[in-house]
């Protein structure tokens, strides 16, 4: 069984960080493309993060410069360390692992809640 846990969400004021972790079990984070994406109220989900398996990262200009995706072979995790935030990251973030290989199978964590005061 897969499963994708979030942690390190919360409450943060503006310009602070976060750094969130995704827990994998039943897959290596090695072995697929992971990625943190996030959901505000109302809008759609959005990638905010990328890395691929032979270790490339991308992100869009949104956020490029401040999140950062780090993988860990070894504790199977991949982390979003998030600064400067501001109200408009508020979201609920969510780890994702996509496979590249058929059949092409994408499992995503249940979410974290970050929210940002100004």
């Known amino acids: 069984q897969v499963q994708l846990v979030e942690s390190g969400g919360g409450l943060v004021q503006s310009g602070g960080s976060l750094r969130l972790s995704c827990t994998a079990s039943?897959?290596?984070?090695?072995?697929?493309?992971m990625a943190w994406y996030r959901q505000a109220p109302g809008k759609q989900r959005e990638l905010v993060a990328r890395i691929s398996i032979g270790g490339t990262t991308s992100s869009p200009e949104s956020v490029k410069g401040r999140f950062t995706i780090v993988r860990d072979n070894t504790k199977n995790t991949v982390s979003l360390q998030t600064n400067s935030l501001g109200p408009q990251d508020t979201a609920v973030y969510y780890c994702?692992?996509?496979?590249?290989?058929?059949?092409?199978?994408?499992?995503w964590g249940q979410g974290t809640q970050v929210t940002v005061s100004s």
């Open positions: 039943g897959i290596k984070v090695n072995e697929y493309q």
């Open positions: 994702n692992a996509q496979s590249t290989t058929y059949p092409y199978i994408t499992y």
